[in-house]
């Protein structure tokens, strides 16, 4: 029964030795990653103990913020942060679901596949391939809105947004002022610019996500569906997007968690007054916005106060993720109990 | 596989240690190097003057950044920098936290104008009650009937008065508060003086071009921003009543009148809230460069004492050109004087 060398051994102690290495080395990591955060959340905890003791909770219930009097309030900023976020995650999602169904069912590269038929080149080797590419390009377009930086948002909405709906919004506030969100006038910055252009900056987060989630749905599905008479539309409201939809929460999700903590573009659109006002075209604040400006000046009696209201951003940010989260399980539930 | 494994990370290692080689060398060359930081206002004239003195002193070489005023006086406090500025000047207990003192030169100057966006009207005249009734929150309308009595027979809008004022803190901001202060005793109460007071009214925007751009683009806007700014960009500059009643428009020879009013004590701080000159401007202001009184290095001071007497004397026939007010002679005599403050700490290497 002499053997020849066995193909298979068991591992060597070199490779045990790497194994556990790797395993910890990953481990450590994982949790380096925990701690940072926490350790962002507790200087932060630290440097605010001082305004939270002076202030108590009466800070995220007044409006004034007075550095000569010492009456600091963040309540209009934190009216603004949900209002703008809530705003724009309303008007990004339609626009990005829409353009997430759009490019899943390659509309543009049947429309383009339908030229060529005309010129008989749809199984031509290189014209034929161009359906695909058009599909391809008009994606990473979508996905390119993201890579803009965002002072460069703030700059395009500041010079083009501002006076392009500026005639608009005076037209619904003339005829139409005695309905609240159009209640005041657009002088400058306010809260509509700041919607729109916040809107354009989530867009291809949810896109992206959301195209991900449509295109994962099963083929099967699908042609099942068509099996059984339903229209293309019918099959994209009743079968798709249902199955998709634990995708399409996710990034919606995302796309509020970038909107609250947006800082740059919205430090220049936003007007930065501290007034809370349910008109689209008044000035509105935001706690990212106020950080952002405040904090480079600030005395040190400041600094506390503005770690407060870091603090209580971080708070928000942390409720709506743990809102979402729950969201998320109850629609995953609902759908996956039919497997 | 397994050799091309090892050769990647052979290469990935070169690759990191000669990054951190690279990194060991900085500064071999000698030279001196000077660190400043603090005012966003005189930035363009101190970016000027210090590229002019590193093109002619070729071993010299300074680092300005415009961090803002009061980030600039935290910065000498904390011992970071070797000089700061400030359009603030420094209070009192700032200075004492200064372990060994600090000498503040009046560098150069500015005033602070009213851009106004309004068709069709051209010089507008506002009266001390009006514009701080303005920024007070007070007159609503361009028709107001003070902002009549001020411009007869000019045909103004029917419209709101947009005021834009700055969403960041700044020492713009300080010196044009302490103006409506010392005219408005309203506002003293209620804003007060301060580099980002809770304003009764307006839209905010960060920076001296974010007040230009809302106010080029917003009809019916008016915001306060530097001279120098207004100048560069063609911008119509309101002209405003003084202390002595006359309507005084901005320019160098206005603000030069203003500023000569000013007493300079002995630490080199003046204000000139309101300058009752028959043609002074009325908002106008001095800023300064924070050096300490003692410096350690043997090799930089008398490279900063040369810098400062640079700026002092030739330098000011820069600063017409950029929109800066010149130092009066007086001033510049003073503050040359007290550059012999700066010396070598007792125990310096």
């Not at chain 1, 051994?9 to 790797?22: E, I, K, M, N, Y």
């Not at chain 1, 293309?232 to 996710?250: H, K, M, S, Y």
């Not at chain 2, 070489?61 to 920098?81: A, C, E, L, N, R």
């Amino acid at each position: 029964m002499a053997e020849a060398k066995a193909i298979t051994q068991p591992p060597t102690g070199l490779q045990r030795a790497t194994d556990s290495v790797f395993r910890g080395l990953c481990y450590s990591f994982a949790w380096l990653s925990v701690l940072a955060v926490i350790f962002i959340v507790l200087r932060i905890a630290f440097a605010a103990a001082p305004a939270v003791r002076q202030y108590g909770l009466g800070f995220l219930a007044t409006r004034t913020w007075d550095p000569n009097k010492e009456q600091f309030g963040i309540l209009p900023e934190i009216w603004g942060t949900m209002y703008t976020s809530m705003l724009a995650l309303g008007i990004g999602t339609a626009f990005g679901v829409a353009a997430a169904v759009f490019l899943s069912e390659s509309y543009l590269g049947a429309f383009v596949f339908s030229v060529l038929k005309l010129f008989h080149l749809e199984f031509h080797p290189f014209w034929g391939k161009l359906p695909e590419q058009v599909e391809n390009v008009l994606k990473n377009l979508i996905e390119l809105l993201a890579a803009i930086p965002s002072v460069v948002y703030g700059l395009w909405g500041l010079h083009v947004v501002i006076p392009l709906i500026r005639p608009a919004c005076d037209w619904l506030h003339m005829r139409m002022g005695w309905f609240a969100p159009f209640g005041t006038d657009l002088s400058g910055p306010g809260v509509l610019p700041a919607v729109v252009v916040l809107s354009i900056m989530i867009l291809p987060t949810i896109t992206a996500i959301s195209r991900q989630a449509l295109v994962s749905v099963p083929p099967k599905l699908r042609m099942a569906a068509y099996g059984l008479g339903a229209t293309q539309w019918e099959t994209i409201f009743a079968v798709i997007l249902p199955t998709a939809a634990r995708g399409i929460l996710g990034g919606i999700l995302l796309a509020f968690g970038r909107a609250l903590g947006e800082t740059m573009a919205l430090a220049m659109l936003v007007g930065n007054a501290n007034t809370i006002s349910v008109s689209l075209f008044s000035p509105a604040n935001t706690l990212a916005a106020l950080l952002a400006n405040t904090f480079p000046e600030a005395h040190p009696k400041e600094i506390g106060v503005l770690m407060y209201a870091a603090l209580v951003l971080l708070g928000i940010t942390l409720v709506v993720n743990m809102i979402g989260a729950f969201i998320l399980q109850r629609a995953s539930a609902g759908i996956e109990g039919g497997k | 596989m397994k050799t091309s494994h090892w050769g990647m990370m052979v290469l990935t290692a070169i690759i990191t240690l000669s990054f951190v080689a690279c990194s060991g060398n900085k500064g071999s060359t000698e030279g001196v190097r000077l660190q400043g930081a603090g005012a966003s206002f005189p930035n363009p004239l101190y970016q000027k003057w210090f590229k002019t003195y590193s093109a002619s002193h070729g071993s010299v070489q300074i680092d300005y950044q415009s961090v803002g005023s009061g980030s600039g006086v935290k910065s000498v406090i904390d011992k970071t920098v070797d000089f700061g500025a400030s359009d603030m000047a420094m209070t009192p207990e700032d200075m004492a936290k200064v372990d060994g003192g600090v000498q503040l030169l009046p560098m150069t100057a500015g005033c602070i104008v009213l851009t106004y966006n309004l068709k069709g009207v051209t010089n507008l005249k506002l009266s001390r009650a009006t514009y701080a009734g303005i920024f007070l929150g007070k007159v609503k309308k361009w028709n107001d009937p003070l902002i009549k009595k001020d411009n007869p027979g000019v045909a103004l809008p029917d419209g709101p008065v947009n005021v834009v004022v700055r969403a960041d803190g700044s020492g713009t901001t300080f010196v044009f508060t302490k103006h409506l202060s010392a005219i408005s005793p309203e506002f003293a109460q209620n804003p007060g003086v301060n580099s980002l007071p809770n304003w009764p009214t307006g839209t905010r925007s960060k920076g001296n071009d974010g007040v230009t751009a809302s106010v080029m683009m917003t009809p019916g806007a008016i915001g306060y921003i530097e001279y120098g700014y207004a100048k560069s960009q063609n911008l119509p500059m309101a002209i405003l009543e003084n202390k002595s009643g006359s309507f005084v428009a901005p320019s160098t020879a206005s603000a030069q009148a203003a500023l000569a009013t000013a007493q300079f004590p002995d630490d080199l701080i003046a204000w000139v809230p309101d300058p009752d000159a028959k043609d002074a401007y009325p908002i106008a202001t001095y800023t300064w460069i924070i050096c300490y009184k003692q410096y350690h290095d043997k090799a930089k001071l008398p490279v900063l004492r040369d810098l400062l007497t640079y700026c002092i004397t030739d330098g000011q026939k820069e600063s017409e050109a950029l929109g800066y007010i010149p130092l009066p002679a007086a001033v510049a005599d003073k503050a040359k004087a007290a550059i012999q403050n700066i010396a070598l700490a007792p125990n310096a290497t």
